[in-house]
């Protein structure tokens, strides 16, 4: 006989089949991986994707019984392998994309190692983190949907986990795992809006290898045209009243006072003098426009606004040359409200060193401009008269506005521009009236921006896509300050009045390198709506969620509670949970057994119930046989019909197909049943 302390026969072999990890979990595992890995598929090396499928196939490879599970060292080479190229690939390992990139790896790996039910869990939660990566790259809405089926799918590969009888792929394990996730929504929407907002303990890297699509803090000729063809948002405004007509909406965003080797630049925070950085409080003309913005990530730290723009969010800083400036880099969506005075007059006093930094021109460069400019000039009666005079002469000679203009000489680009290509885009024809200006000595500056944006009829938002990126010039002239000037307008005015696409219309460049975008097929009226759609759905998800930071909290707990303090901010989130949680509780605690009965059983518990209307009750415990036993004892007419019954119910109850008798079925236990029919005459017989 065994000790006390002795391991009963068989017990370790049942312990070790506890911990498989079911076919049906494994399967569910793979699934969950590979849509886990898909959104960053375009962000991460294609030899990565290929580990993937190679550790799948591994690891049904070892299901199979084919193949081993690695060896130590094979699984350091591996381990090793993978970090050598993640190194590789992007040169480092320190930045947002190598570390996610190299978890991503590790996420591959630990597949082909996962033996035990421990492993398989180790991989499961770390797929959950694996899903919040892709909030560090995009909060969009339809990635957000794709991360909650990535959600299900990982819950479900746990509830199949926990399954392990459940040896074929099982379709019905994401129905409770859905039913899991719906019952902790409610939960979720109280912590999303109540739980306080804290500042990280962590910081995470830049996104130093992300692919950026924006303007540069410089400029040259083409650089803006190549951004032209991209159909992405820039950024969404709307606007508190009436919406401005669109060829006053002039977005600035840079302003590129230097000029050298044939490349503008803006002005650093240190090639500006300390007495000079300070922004100059100008007069408020007029009625100012009061607008809210949502930008998507810039990885920089301009802003975009109006004529004269000023911003009520912290961290926003007013620039001498009248811009908006964020002390943090845009790496997310952002979102600010800004004022702007469209006729107010900007720097009517010019100090003597920003004079000189507006006029400053590379010594001997564009000859044949500089002489143009200067002859022009003696012919004008003042500044004004000759900004309009060399408009005039962009309209007036054969200039081509276009999106493919010839490549210009690095040497007197300008020069090669005005007098021989005379083909550009809007970079172009700003960058040379700004040098026409400044060799005459009337200072003149290149801004950057984006000009107009596409109105949203169903929401009233304007939408300011990449293609609306855009050049033009101010000029400074004596009473009246720094001036807009678009030459772009002399020579194509339906850019500035309709936008790029009827601008160009007659070349067929607009988007012609995004055959696929919703915006090239505007003229379908159903594609048109649906996307007008999406892009309200968008803004109200970037405003409502992606844009609910600590300051909107505290707005909506004043809202609700009218002075925040710790004891009603306290009785709302208990309250809350308990208005969410207690009606879960209640279900749990009334829950019955739902299982569904099968006939066999229905047919069996007829026979018990017949027995006990006549008082012979089933008692707690007994089994089939016993209880055929123990009536019969008593009433012996029915032990030959009770014999049978009991036994027929066990042997299609309790044993495997294979091993029952031919002649035994469900029907034929069925019909036994419906013949069963005891009567309390029989008593009296016994």
Not at 424 to 434: L, P, S, T, Y
Not at 526 to 554: C, E, H, K, M, P
Request: glycine letters at 6%.
């Amino acid at each position: 006989a065994a000790g006390a302390g002795a391991i009963p026969a068989g017990f370790g072999s049942a312990m070790k089949l506890l911990q498989q990890i079911p076919r049906n979990a494994l399967v569910w595992i793979i699934i969950a991986q590979f849509a886990l890995v898909a959104p960053h598929a375009g962000r991460i090396p294609g030899w990565i994707l290929g580990l993937y499928l190679f550790a799948a196939f591994w690891r049904v490879q070892v299901y199979r019984g084919h193949w081993s599970f690695p060896a130590r060292s094979v699984k350091a080479v591996l381990a090793v392998g993978g970090f050598t190229g993640i190194y590789f690939s992007y040169g480092s390992v320190i930045g947002l994309e190598p570390t996610v990139a190299l978890l991503l790896t590790a996420f591959a790996l630990k597949l082909i190692e996962l033996v035990a039910r421990k492993d398989a869990y180790v991989l499961i939660f770390l797929g959950y983190f694996v899903c919040a990566t892709e909030f560090l790259f995009t909060q969009d809405l339809l990635i957000t949907l794709y991360c909650l089926i990535n959600l299900a799918l990982l819950t479900t590969a746990l509830v199949a986990l926990h399954q392990p009888g459940e040896h074929q792929f099982n379709r019905h394990t994401i129905k409770l795992a859905s039913v899991m996730i719906l019952q902790a929504m409610p939960l979720m929407l109280v912590l999303f809006f109540l739980f306080p907002r804290i500042a990280p303990l962590w910081t995470v890297p830049l996104k130093s290898h992300t692919a950026k699509t924006g303007i540069s803090d410089f400029m040259k000729p083409g650089d803006v045209s190549k951004l032209s063809r991209s159909a992405e948002v820039a950024f969404r405004a709307r606007f508190d009243g009436d919406i401005p007509d669109r060829s006053q909406l002039y977005w600035r965003a840079l302003v590129f006072s230097r000029f050298e080797v044939g490349r503008w630049s803006n002005l650093g925070y240190f090639n500006v003098p300390a007495k000079e950085r300070r922004s100059t409080v100008m007069e408020k003309a007029g009625e100012p426009l009061r607008y809210s913005i949502i930008m998507e990530p810039t990885q920089q730290n301009w802003l975009f606004g109006l004529r004269y723009a000023t911003a009520d969010r912290p961290g926003i800083l007013a620039t001498p040359d009248f811009r908006l400036y964020s002390l943090l880099v845009i790496e997310d969506d952002f979102s600010y409200r800004v004022e702007s005075w469209p006729e107010a007059r900007l720097e009517t006093e010019l100090s003597a060193w920003r004079r000189a930094v507006e006029l400053r021109l590379p010594d001997g460069d564009n000859p044949r401009a500089r002489d143009w400019a200067r002859l022009l000039r003696e012919k004008s009666p003042d500044d004004r008269a000759f900004a309009e005079a060399v408009l005039a002469h962009f309209n007036r000679e054969p200039f081509v506005y276009t999106l493919e203009p010839p490549l210009l000489p690095d040497a007197n680009a300008m020069d090669a521009f005005l007098f021989e290509t005379r083909r550009g885009f809007c970079e172009h024809f700003a960058a040379a009236f700004v040098v026409a200006m400044r060799s005459a000595g009337v200072p003149a500056r290149v801004v950057a921006g984006y000009q107009g944006g596409e109105l949203n009829p169903v929401n009233k938002t304007v939408i300011v896509h990449q293609f609306d990126a855009h050049a033009w010039a101010e000029v400074w002239l004596e009473g009246e300050g720094w001036v807009r000037f678009d030459p772009t307008g002399a020579v194509a005015p339906e850019r500035i009045e309709s936008g790029l696409e009827d601008a160009v219309a007659g070349e067929g460049t607009f988007l012609s390198e995004s055959p696929l975008s919703p915006l090239r097929y505007r003229s379908v009226r159903w594609i048109n709506q649906l996307r007008l759609r999406y892009d309200a759905l968008t803004y109200r998800w970037q405003s409502w969620v992606v844009g609910f930071d600590g300051n909107a909290q505290v707005t909506l707990l004043r809202d609700i509670l009218g002075e925040v303090s710790a004891g009603r901010f306290a009785a709302v989130f208990i309250g809350s949970w308990i208005l969410v949680l207690l009606p879960v509780a209640l279900g749990l605690l009334r829950r019955r057994d739902t299982r569904p009965v099968s006939s066999l059983d229905r047919g069996y518990l007829k026979v018990c119930e017949r027995l006990a209307n006549l008082g012979y009750p089933r008692v707690t415990g007994e089994s089939a046989t016993q209880y055929a036993a123990r009536v019969s004892a008593d009433c012996p007419v029915w032990s030959e019909p009770l014999t049978e019954l009991s036994s027929l119910y066990a042997e299609l109850a309790y044993t495997s197909p294979a091993q029952r008798d031919p002649r035994s079925s469900e029907q034929v236990f069925l019909k036994a049943v419906k013949r069963f029919r005891p009567r309390p005459g029989d008593l009296d017989g016994a």
